[in-house]
């Protein structure tokens, strides 16, 4: 038995792995194990003998039984350390970026208009992109044959076979929503309607579909007077410095007077730089709102006068981010939306002291 013991002991201790272990198991304490073995001879002995060597084989086996669990213990430690090593992580490391979104410069732009023109009081009137022919031409003074319909290039949405009402549009101009504005409100009024337009146009200056803010003031007394204050207002407040405006007599059938309103800038350098030097760039449409279009909307013409104007919003984001290309506005590319797209957390940048 001290044999045995010495010979399990010894093999034990010197196993270098689980496998090694458990073979030693099965050759001592398993089924057919030389310890096994052993107390089946018990039944074989005198009561005397086995008075002596049962109880011995038992102590033996139960000690052969920790010295397996010790040394398994033992393994499993050492394997441990072994992978500590070289599986270690640096919890001292900056976290990784998560990849954050940004805000597309035209909803920055539209923020940055609704905000100026909110501090001079108007409020933001909101309108259908699918357009009853009646607001989008009719209304604005633009009846059926009018060439200015053709200039549009508009988009005509579908009608069943024999239904010879005229179709509905993709808008072609945010000015219809001055009609639904006048019509849910009344007079007097002061609102901008930011919002996408269309128009079946694509090249390296237009796209299909746009963006336009309208701004509609109507009161007793409004004039072309306001109308000037209002944008040089909402151009020093936009572009951060002084600009220069010129205003150039023009048409629109929705306004009488109209005028179309250009900005100061330079191209010195083969950039556009607003604000500075002596070249124009047109950046809207304006004018007097007709009184036909007031009449159209429930107004009062006899009583009710104001200005109204569209603006290009991708045009002006274009010029004050320094963004070259109209149509990859809407390529959805993440290479140039992170490169041009603010920060949620960036507040519109306006100033000037309106
Ligand atoms: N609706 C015109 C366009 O899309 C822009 C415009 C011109 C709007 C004169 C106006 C305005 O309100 O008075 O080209």
Known sequence: MDDLKAKYLAAIGDAKDEATLEELRVQAVGKKGEISLKMRELGRMTPEERQV????????????????????????????????????????????????GTIHPV?????????????????????????????????????????????????????????NR???????????????????QGAPIRTISPGRVYRADYDQTHTPMFHQVEGLAIDRDISMANLKWVLEEFFTAYFGTPVKTRFRASHFPFTEP????????????????????????????????????????????????????????????????????????????????RHYGFSALQVPTIRGGV
């Open 53 to 100: 060597a049962g109880p011995a084989l038992n102590a033996l086996k139960d000690e052969i039984n920790s010295a397996l669990s010790a040394k398994k213990v033992a393994l499993v430690d050492a394997a441990l350390d072994e992978r500590l090593k070289t599986e270690w992580l640096d919890v001292t490391l900056p976290a990784r970026d998560a990849r954050v």
């Open 107 to 163: 909803s920055q732009v539209w923020e940055e208009c609704t905000a100026i023109f909110a501090d001079m009081g108007f409020s933001v009137s909101e309108g259908p992109q699918i357009e009853d022919d009646w607001y989008n031409f009719d209304a604005l003074n633009i009846p059926s044959h009018h060439p200015a319909r053709a200039e549009m290039d508009t988009f005509y949405m579908h009608r069943a076979e024999g239904d």
């Open 166 to 184: 005229p179709p509905h549009v993709l808008r072609t101009h945010t000015s219809p929503v001055q009609i639904r504005a006048m019509q849910a």
């Open 258 to 337: 109209s005028a179309e309103i250009d900005i100061q800038c330079s191209w010195e350098g083969g950039t556009v730089k607003v604000g500075e030097g002596d070249d124009w760039l047109e950046v809207l449409g304006s004018g007097m709102v007709h009184p036909k279009v007031l009449e159209a909307a429930g107004v009062d013409p006899a009583e009710w006068q104001g200005f109204a104007f569209g603006m290009g919003i991708d045009r002006i984001a274009m010029l004050k981010y320094g963004i070259p290309d109209l149509r990859a506005f809407f390529d959805s590319d993440l290479r140039w939306l």
